[in-house]
């Protein structure tokens, strides 16, 4: 079935253990782990609904999480009484309630493991043949325009099967991440032959990574819903995109333009934080003069 509106819901993975970062997140989500003043999954949030998303549905281990509870409605539970900025601060959480409705839905215990899994819990939420985002709770941005709204224009003007947003990274790294190889010659833009997840040093068809950010339509769906799994066991993203680009569906790796930032490990997660404080005017000079004193040149 073929739908003609506008891509307006998004799906959140936020299911996963965070195991590299116990214990901090024995009891804490690591998408609850704050980026500055924010956690990482507000700006998931945030980053949707300025891309025009009016529906949000979070894929969380539990209902009634510490992330379900971050967006409640009831105010801020402490005695001791805020001034206006900090209250303003707050008010960032009622601004993505009053442009997205947010859905929390469990993660089924009995599906595989995998980054594909939480599209099979969020089933229920989507029409059939209905395009929507998806978003991996542990991928950041940076953009001018919203990496969310840049993929969604793009399905807009295309209408792909699936876009995944890429990004080029360096040779040292590029073994970490799944890359793409396009297709030579092809009917839309950026169209892929393959994708693969994580290839020794030396074999990736390319230097273009794949992060959490892509539309889907119901072909990515149906082929989840066969729980076909891949390497260790799990179900992979990469591997229903490959089995629908070898089907002959229209599959894009589109470049982004602005930044990704990965918080998936410590390091990775330090680098963001940084990331983000440059961009902040209240922090950048204050966090460059105290990098300097304490050794980094």
């Not at 539990?62 to 105010?75: C, K, M, N, P, Y």
């Not at 206006?84 to 469990?106: D, M, P, Q």
């Not at 029409?127 to 224009?153: H, R, S």
């Not at 993203?237 to 998936?264: C, F, H, M």
């Amino acid at each position: 079935m073929s739908y003609s509106g506008k891509i307006k819901k998004a799906v959140i993975a936020a299911a996963g253990y965070g195991t590299r970062f116990l214990p901090a997140t024995k009891v804490v989500p690591k998408e609850m782990l704050p980026i500055i003043d924010k956690p990482i999954i507000q700006y998931l949030a945030e980053e949707a609904a300025a891309s025009g998303i009016t529906e949000i549905i979070i894929v969380v281990r539990s209902t009634g999480s510490l992330i379900e509870r971050h967006f409640a409605a009831r105010d801020f539970d402490t005695a001791v009484a805020l001034d206006e900025r900090k209250r303003e601060r707050l008010k960032s959480i009622e601004k993505i309630k009053n442009s997205a409705a947010l859905t929390f839905v469990e993660q089924d215990p009995s599906l595989p493991y995998g980054n594909a899994s939480p599209l099979i819990s969020a089933r229920r939420y989507l029409n059939d043949g209905e395009p929507f985002v998806y978003m991996f709770g542990d991928d950041l941005t940076l953009a001018d325009k919203p990496v969310t709204g840049q993929l969604i224009e793009f399905y807009e003007k295309h209408k792909p099967d699936a876009i995944l947003a890429v990004q080029e990274v360096s040779e040292e790294e590029v073994y970490r991440y799944g890359t793409v190889r396009y297709q030579e010659k092809s009917a839309i833009p950026y169209q892929i032959e393959m994708s693969v997840e994580k290839a020794p040093k030396g074999q990736a068809p390319s230097n273009m990574a794949q992060f959490g950010r892509f539309v889907f339509t119901g072909a990515v769906l149906d082929r989840a819903e066969k729980k076909e799994t891949g390497k260790d066991g799990e179900l992979w993203v990469t591997d229903i995109l490959n089995s629908l680009a070898k089907e002959g569906k229209k599959v894009v790796a589109l470049p982004i333009d602005g930044q990704w930032l990965t918080t998936g490990d410590p390091l990775r997660f330090i680098q963001t934080t940084l990331a983000f404080a440059a961009k902040d005017p209240e922090l950048k000079e204050p966090v460059a003069n105290f990098l300097k004193k304490v050794g980094f040149e």
